[in-house]
T-cell receptor, first 114, second 113 residues
Framework: AQTVTQSQPEMSVQEAETVTLSCTYDTSESNYYLFWYKQPPSRQMILVIRQEAYKQQNATENRFSVNFQKAAKSFSLKISDSQLGDTAMYFCAFMKLYGQNFVFGPGTRLSVLP | EAQVTQNPRYLITVTGKKLTVTCSQNMNHEYMSWYRQDPGLGLRQIYYSMNVEVTDKGDVPEGYKVSRKEKRNFPLILESPSPNQTSLYFC????????????FGPGTRLTVT
C-alpha cells in the first residue's frame, strides 16, 4: 500500500517570502501521479499543482513549483512571493498510474503573516 | 456552472439511524469518490467508482455503502452510524481515474451522537 508523509504539521512565513512544504511517499510503483491540494478556511479543496512521475521536468503553476525527486520519493512544494490568501492546509497526494486509489498525506497548516 | 454538490452540508444524527449523503456532478465525469477528513489524518478514501459499472473499496470502507446507478450521482450510505463516523465528508469527481484533477464538493459535516 502507498503511504504519504508530510513531516511539518504547521509552518509560517512572512508575506512576500518563499516557503517550502515537504512531502515524501512510499510506493513500489514506477509510474504514478502526485498532487498538491490546498484547503483554505472555507474547507474547499483546490488543486494547486500536479506532477506526472514519468516526466522529469518539475511542474510549475505561477508562484507554485515542485521539486520532484523520484529516487528519493520526495515531492516538495515551493511557494514564492507568499500572499495572505495562501494561508491554508496543504495536502500532498498520490495516485497510481492506473487509477483508483487516491492517498493523501496528513497535511501542513501554512500561515502567511502580514 | 461545473460543480460537485453534496447534501446536506451539516447533519447531526443519533447512533443507528440510517442516513444518506447525496453527491451529484454535472461535468459528465466517469470517476467519483468519497473521502472522510479527520484532524491529523488528512483525507482517507472510503469508496471510489471508475464508472457506473465499477465501484470498489478505498482505505476505510467499513460501515459505509455506496451506489452508482447513474453517472452523475454517487450517494454515500451509513446504514447504522456510530460516533466514530463523526467526520467531514467530501465527494469528488474527475474525468477518469487516470491521474486527472479531482473536483471536490463543499463537504458535509456529520456528527453522530
Amino acid at each position: 500500500a502507498q503511504t504519504v508523509t508530510q513531516s511539518q504539521p504547521e509552518m509560517s512565513v512572512q508575506e512576500a517570502e518563499t516557503v517550502t512544504l515537504s512531502c515524501t511517499y512510499d510506493t513500489s510503483e514506477s509510474n504514478y501521479y502526485l498532487f498538491w491540494y490546498k484547503q483554505p478556511p472555507s474547507r474547499q479543496m483546490i488543486l494547486v499543482i500536479r506532477q506526472e512521475a514519468y516526466k522529469q521536468q518539475n511542474a510549475t503553476e505561477n508562484r507554485f513549483s515542485v521539486n520532484f525527486q523520484k529516487a528519493a520519493k520526495s515531492f516538495s512544494l515551493k511557494i514564492s512571493d507568499s500572499q495572505l490568501g495562501d494561508t491554508a492546509m496543504y495536502f500532498c497526494a498520490f495516485m497510481k498510474l492506473y487509477g483508483q486509489n487516491f492517498v493523501f498525506g496528513p497535511g501542513t497548516r501554512l500561515s502567511v503573516l502580514p | 456552472e461545473a460543480q460537485v454538490t453534496q447534501n446536506p452540508r451539516y447533519l447531526i444524527t443519533v447512533t443507528g439511524k440510517k442516513l444518506t449523503v447525496t453527491c451529484s456532478q454535472n461535468m459528465n465525469h466517469e470517476y467519483m469518490s468519497w473521502y472522510r477528513q479527520d484532524p491529523g489524518l488528512g483525507l482517507r478514501q472510503i469508496y471510489y467508482s471508475m464508472n457506473v459499472e465499477v465501484t470498489d473499496k478505498g482505505d476505510v470502507p467499513e460501515g459505509y455503502k455506496v451506489s452508482r446507478k447513474e453517472k452523475r450521482n454517487f450517494p454515500l450510505i451509513l446504514e447504522s452510524p456510530s460516533p466514530n463516523q463523526t467526520s467531514l465528508y467530501f465527494c469528488a469527481s474527475s474525468l477518469s481515474g487516470f491521474g486527472y484533477e479531482q473536483y471536490f464538493g463543499p463537504g458535509t459535516r456529520l456528527t453522530v451522537t
